[in-house]
C-alpha cells in the first residue's frame, strides 16, 4: 500500500511524461502499470486522490467461508469438487467463455483451508 503523497507523486509525473507508463514506472520504482492507471482515473474523475483506501466488503459472507472450507477439508481437498458442489464461484463468463482465474473464493478457501490445517496441526502437538 502507497501513502497518498506517493500516489500523488506517480500521478503527476505521469501526466508530465506524457502518460507514459514505463517511463513512469521506471523513474519511481513503482506502482504497477494497472495501479498507476487507477490511480490516474481517480485523480481525474475527482481531481484528487482519496486520503485512504476503502475496503471492499468481501463478495461472500463469513457463513459462506466457513462452509466452503469444511467441504474442503472434509471431500478430499479439491477445490473444483467444492465449488461444483457449493455452486459458487460461477466458473463461466457470460457466452461460453472461461474465465481466467475463478473469482476471489478459491484463493480464500486455500487460504483459509491452509489456516484450518495448521491450527489442526498446532493444535493437537
Known amino acids: 500500500m502507497y501513502s497518498y503523497e506517493d500516489r500523488i507523486r506517480a500521478v ?45 466488503e468481501s463478495k461472500y459472507s463469513a457463513e459462506q467461508k466457513i462452509v466452503a472450507v469444511e467441504h474442503y477439508l472434509n471431500h478430499g481437498r479439491c477445490i473444483a469438487a467444492t465449488i461444483t458442489a457449493l455452486g459458487y464461484p460461477e466458473r463461466r463468463l457470460a457466452g461460453n467463455q472461461q474465465s481466467r482465474h475463478l473469482a476471489d473464493a478459491p484463493a480464500s478457501l486455500a487460504r483459509a483451508a491452509r489456516r484450518c490445517a495448521a491450527t489442526k496441526t498446532t493444535a493437537g502437538a
Open 12 to 56: 503527476e509525473l505521469y501526466i508530465r511524461l506524457g502518460k507514459r507508463t514505463t517511463a513512469t514506472i521506471s523513474q519511481l520504482g513503482y506502482p504497477t502499470k494497472n495501479a498507476l492507471k487507477n490511480w490516474y482515473r481517480e485523480y481525474e474523475q475527482c481531481a484528487d486522490l482519496p486520503a485512504s483506501y476503502v475496503r471492499l
